[in-house]
């Protein structure tokens, strides 16, 4: 090892240049987006779906005894958005209800 030469981490070798340039970091150039561009308006509900949420709820409300977390599980929906739908009196989105009047037939449900 007689021909090398070796720089101690603590210890400054004076022999030793430091030839590294720190050139700028450059930024790349993202387009930027308009946020409200790109959330899109949801599609109106039709009059029927919010008739038929609506007779979902009032079903519901008239027997106490149907498990309103199973219920949502089965159809598909979170049970916390569920419940607040529910509380706000705002219409299901169209699947879940589908799902959730083809379980409520098997209890009595006339939808």
């Known amino acids: 090892m007689k021909g090398t030469t070796r720089q101690i981490l603590y210890k400054r070798d004076p022999n030793v240049k430091e030839t590294v340039k720190k050139e700028p970091v450059k930024k790349k150039e993202v387009p930027t987006r308009d946020r409200k561009a790109a959330v899109s308006e949801p599609e109106p509900l039709s009059a029927g779906q919010n008739d038929l949420s609506a007779r979902v709820y009032a079903f519901l409300k008239s027997h106490p005894l149907i498990a309103l977390k199973r219920l949502s599980d089965e159809?598909?929906?979170?049970?916390?958005?569920?419940?607040?739908k529910m509380a706000e009196g705002r219409p299901i989105p169209e699947k879940p209800l589908r799902a959730m009047v083809a379980i409520l037939k098997k209890y009595g449900f006339g939808g």
Not at 75 to 84: L, Q
């Open 75 to 84: 159809s598909g929906i979170d049970n916390a958005n569920f419940n607040k």
